[in-house]
């Protein structure tokens, strides 16, 4: 069992910046997907100065077939603090991104190749070409994105039981680093994996630390036997939507409840449709569409409680998001984020529970302004001290420093 934990003290190349090649699916100016686009897109906004970020992805959105307008493709962009490259479909396929990836990494001269998602299009193959021979003999980085968690593994199992099945069997993660988020996934990359795994541990860093120094100035009086509650994640199968719809449909008192994502599984949506024509009149239900990230916080600003009932977390920005902006959570306990009825923050639940999670909403539709106020405050003070707790900037800032080094060392 090879684990780093915590507490590792920085150590950069001495004469340059560590360089980083990440390889994303979606990346900015993006907005559809989800965790992993906020995980690097704040990654790099925080480190940029100190680590030089290079990331190749895709031209276009999540499941969109237009470019990005306003973009250069096939030549490097200045996007934030990093520098982008995008490819069209056609360059990234298995064997031309071979020939892309040789060509920027003789340009670049990378240490570090940061692979996200395991079921992503550029993870996948990435891999094949590694265990073909045909990738770049560099140190590789991958951090699986809560993609290993039970909750997410349920979901199109047979699919990616196979995939893991086939890529184990072929070694193709054979002498490759991990990357973990927390505790939680560290237990997922060596249940399904291997013990043995070498595995970096970091916590993500926040999509908007910026979102604990602002008011609240737009968030609604709480008044007793009313609730403002907001689900903001995109919708699929794994974040659970239909759980909390079946909830409320036994739910009383007047609640105004807004839906904000991107669809991302069609089927899944129209079941959800479906129920909310079944809620009673008390129960009133808004789809809205995505949220454009710098907007978050001003959008969760304005409802009293965030609710996420999702099979499985390795971090949960939003619901980070959510504690800045002083908005109290009623999630699953399926996420890092625990014990939050003793903090005085909200409630995190078992899925199988349905009726804890109907006498929770209805406690947050009975709480009275003062007590709210209370749960908000407290809200808030939980993100501002896990920030600085956690050391999260420090330790994503060895991840890359003390990595590239140390594999340095180990390939001379």
Request: with cysteine; net charge positive.
């Amino acid at each position: 069992m090879r684990d780093r934990r915590n507490n590792w003290p920085f150590a950069s190349n001495q004469n340059s910046l560590t360089k980083v090649l990440i390889l994303i699916d979606h990346y900015l100016p993006g907005s559809k997907y989800g965790g992993t686009l906020r995980t690097i897109s704040s990654l790099v906004e925080t480190l940029g100065d100190d680590v030089e970020f290079r990331v190749l992805t895709h031209d276009r959105d999540l499941a969109e077939t237009a470019r990005y307008s306003r973009i250069e493709t096939e030549c490097w962009s200045q996007v934030g603090k990093a520098k982008v490259y995008y490819a069209s479909p056609d360059q990234l396929s298995l064997f031309r991104l071979n020939s892309l990836l040789s060509k920027l990494c003789a340009e670049i001269s990378p240490d570090v190749i940061f692979l996200n998602g395991i079921f992503g299009k550029l993870t996948i193959r990435s891999l094949l070409l590694r265990r073909l021979g045909l990738f770049p003999a560099l140190p590789v980085l991958i951090s699986p994105r809560g993609q290993l968690s039970f909750g997410s593994l349920q979901m199109k199992s047979t699919k990616k039981k196979a995939y893991l099945q086939l890529t184990t069997g072929l070694g193709c993660y054979r002498g490759l680093n991990w990357h973990a988020a927390s505790s939680l996934e560290i237990t997922d990359v060596k249940r399904v994996i291997g013990k043995e795994s070498a595995i970096y541990l970091s916590p993500n860093i926040p999509a908007q630390i910026a979102a604990l120094n602002g008011n609240d100035s737009n968030r609604p009086k709480k008044m007793p036997g009313k609730l403002r509650l907001v689900y903001l994640s995109r919708i699929s199968p794994v974040k659970n939507l239909v759980h909390t719809l079946e909830v409320l449909r036994n739910t009383s008192g007047v609640v105004e409840f807004d839906i904000y994502g991107h669809v991302d599984d069609r089927a899944y949506w129209r079941q959800c449709q479906n129920l909310v024509t079944e809620l009673p009149g008390n129960i009133r239900t808004n789809y809205l569409g995505p949220v454009e990230l710098q907007d978050v916080p001003n959008t969760l600003s304005r409802y009293h409680f965030f609710v996420l009932p999702t099979l499985g977390e390795n971090f949960g920005h939003a619901i980070f998001e959510a504690l800045a902006k002083g908005c109290p959570l009623i999630i699953s306990d399926k996420t890092p984020w625990r014990e939050l009825e003793q903090k005085g923050v909200g409630w995190d639940l078992p899925l199988n529970n349905k009726r804890g999670w109907q006498h929770a909403i209805e406690q947050a539709i009975e709480m009275d302004q003062p007590t709210y106020e209370g749960m908000s405050l407290a809200a808030r003070q939980l993100s501002i001290d896990w920030v600085s707790q956690t050391k999260t900037i420090e330790q994503n800032h060895a991840l890359f420093t003390r990595f590239a080094v140390s594999q340095a060392h180990s390939i001379a």
